[in-house]
């Protein structure tokens, strides 16, 4: 018998149906026979929200009035994926919805496919936010999610014929979206620009321009807690007021001008990741959805209070800056104190370090934001004063901890000279009770490289949060077929809620049997992958193949040139000779990668990948061997398909680059094996795994850092390898650009002279562990067993234990009584 857990549905089929029904009538004013495929989504998506309203109300209650401390999660990045079956498994509504959708004459497939994917973020970092408030929910802690409803989410990603990149906007609110609800009435301002006054002896912001922040909410249904938190997202409106003294001057354009640029603010998501865009419309961004959440949590946790004692607010919420994009609510909650309830500057300040704490997800140098102190003088008047007045107050505070006047000046916040910079990334670490970089390497590499100088002298504030993905969106929603199997070898569907029970799976990989039936659950995933590419994307895969994936954003740290180089070397040796044929294990290789518009390398490197998948596809040389595809515009949906059929998964970043990673944690958690260097997350995946279940290669950090310093020359392992020069010869003689020369000398050139990220360096090695792999590979049997421990062994990566770590190290507080 196998124990059932999972919510039990609210309704019966029939109830559901009529419910549609009833939506479909009176929400959309559409007969049951003129609906479409969409507008049966609509009208399921409304009837479900209803279900969830209830509990969304006593959530919201029980917070405010209890005395349990809120999370408020700041994020410039929400990257959420559909959201209609994660309400249902939640709900408890799978079958229901299928029943009733059938009932109706549709497909429910088809109808769960009319959802538009909504693309509020980039890559991990907006998708990390998803899985935790996913989690918070889901262990009953109350929270808010807040951040910005972009009109246009990251850009939809075409291919023309050459195989280059193009951008194409997303305007996903183009179609009807029933998830988010529009509250004009709890809308807050928010001021930009003019100047600060003295009136009175005290300081006076006088705004030149305001704009209408209106919330959008989402609820966030927990699974199997009962909770519904609230995921907020602001949408800017301009004012219909507009300046009388510009327009008596009958310059009506110049008059409404602010009024018009108002809603740009939240009109597009910044398609940029790991590097900081320094634009004025990005930090007036970043200020609109702070100052909008404050207020409002100030409104939700005081309500009708005029004067309400803040000193209390730290045990309401705690607010976690998701990376340095909130980092301007640190300076906007001191004002608010000081100016608008007339604290003290050393009351404002205590209250607004216990409120706050930062998480970094980078480690390259440049990712870290700093915005000009002049741009930050002209948006935001009052916050610049501020800022310089932490500085100074800091600067003291250090003076007292060393003096080393070295030291002191390196941990400026505002730096010094004609131009000076905010560092928002040193401002979070001094206005926030805590730092957390999001794996353990990543956490030790910043207290002992970027943040060193802090660490050493605020050695408590430092502490690690290893990252983790909700198991229901992608274990039980991407992959139903494992998670059925891990129910029958658990004997219950616990697992859900409590992802350490995989661990009962350890002596299920020496069951024949069990192993059996991974192994049939694997194959029918690629089948049902191969099906969903040939729809989609018109291209055939063959499923009695390897299924080999590289997914995640375009970056030189990542090293996509790294698999593609050994890709060709590969190619090149089956078509020379240098490997039999017949000695050839087949392998299909996908590629999922946006590349941010305005960098050059990535691009090319995009352009590089579609021109090698065209070349090696159409050679009869190699044809059932070796085969690349590499679907355009990579999403949470594609994700959800691709990753359950996949049994070899790549994370070859050069060491020390890789913050965490989150791809490679779904990866293990449904069964691909990883081929990865000792990197982010990496590191912790393979300790519990174990190191004879992970293919590692590379170099370490250290050797990382002693080959720079020695002096890096990567034309010597051009030479050293010849596997590698006949790769990059390849490539320069034009062998995929149809014999043109030129088309990819940007990138050998990179590569043979500079090479930042050492991908030539670590070219041989990872060369080298594919015959391991392929090896491993003709032993099905071998190769299951050590997929299976890796499902067994990776439930610490549950976004549910990320949250616990957080509630425990940082937040200190916990669910709702
Ligand atoms: C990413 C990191 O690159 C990735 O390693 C990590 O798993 C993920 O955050 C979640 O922590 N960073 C971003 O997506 C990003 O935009 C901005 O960083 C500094």
Redesign the pocket.
Known sequence: MTEQTAPKSPVTTEQFTNEIKEQLKYAQGITVEQATDADIYVAASLAVRRHLVDSWATTQKDMVNGGTKAVGYLSAEFLMGKQLRNALLNLGMLAEFDDAVKALGHDPQLVVDSEYEPGLG????GR?AACFIDSLASLGVPAFGYGIQYKYGIFKQEFDAEGKQVERPDYWLANEEPWGHIDYNRSQKVNFGGQVVEEDGKKVWKPAWSVRAVPVDYMVPGYKSGRVNTLRLWSAKSYDEFDLLTFNKSEYLDAVKPQVEAENISKILYPE??TPQGKRLRLEQQYFFVAASIHDAIRVFYPGQDKPDLTTFPNKITFQLN?THPVIGIPELMRVLIDEYGYDWDTAWDITTKTFNYTC??LLPE?LEVWPARLIGELLPRHLEIINEINDHFLEELKGLTRDKERINRMRIVTEGDDPQVRMAYLATAGGSHVNG?AELHSQLLKDVTLRDFSDLFPKKFTNVT?GVTPRRFIRLANPRLSNLITEGLGTDKWLSDLDLLQGLVPLADDPEFVKKFAEVKHANKVAFANFAKDRYGFEANPDTMFNTMVKRLHEYKRQSLKILALIARYAAIKNGTINVDDVLPRTVFFGAKAAPGYYMAKLTIQLINNVARVVNNDPDVKGKLAVHFPANYNVRLAQHLIPATELDEQISQAGK?????GNMKFALNGALTVGTLD?ANVEIREKVGADNFFLFGMTVDEVEDLYEKGYDPAKYYEADPRLKMAIDMISNGAFSDGDRNTYAPLVADWLTKDYFMTLADFTSYADIQYEIEDLYRDQDAWNRKAILNVANTGYFSSDRSIEDYLERIWHTGPLA
Request: proline share 0%; no cysteine.
């Open positions: 980039n890559g991990g970092l990390l990741d790991s990376d997800h980078t990712a999001v990252n890789e913050a965490s990673g989150t982010g």
